[in-house]
């Protein structure tokens, strides 16, 4: 991706350009393949830094809420055990 991305066509009439510089309007300062280096370089560098922390599981218990209580983007999930499924295996098998 970062290729395809990054290389200069070398004819018609985008020639010279690449698809980054056409999307965003900005010159690349180097060739793709260098530009590919230091991109890794700089990744490398920054997972050096952030593999040293650990993570942690985070658990939350909530209390059961409302629509009008949940926050805009998070959707209420029924318990599977209480909600009624008109989907069956056998439903699936014969479709």
Known sequence: MFYH???RYKSGKRQGKAP???LTGEALEADWVELLL???Q???????LTSS????LVLQCHEP???SQTPPGQA???DSTQSDHAWSPMAAEAA
């Open 5 to 7: 991305n990054h290389r």
């Open 20 to 22: 980054i510089e056409l």
């Open 38 to 40: 230091q991109h890794t």
């Open 42 to 48: 700089e990744a490398s560098r920054g997972a050096s």
């Open 53 to 56: 922390s650990p993570l942690a």
């Open 65 to 67: 809420t409302t629509p």
């Open 76 to 78: 209420l999930l029924e």
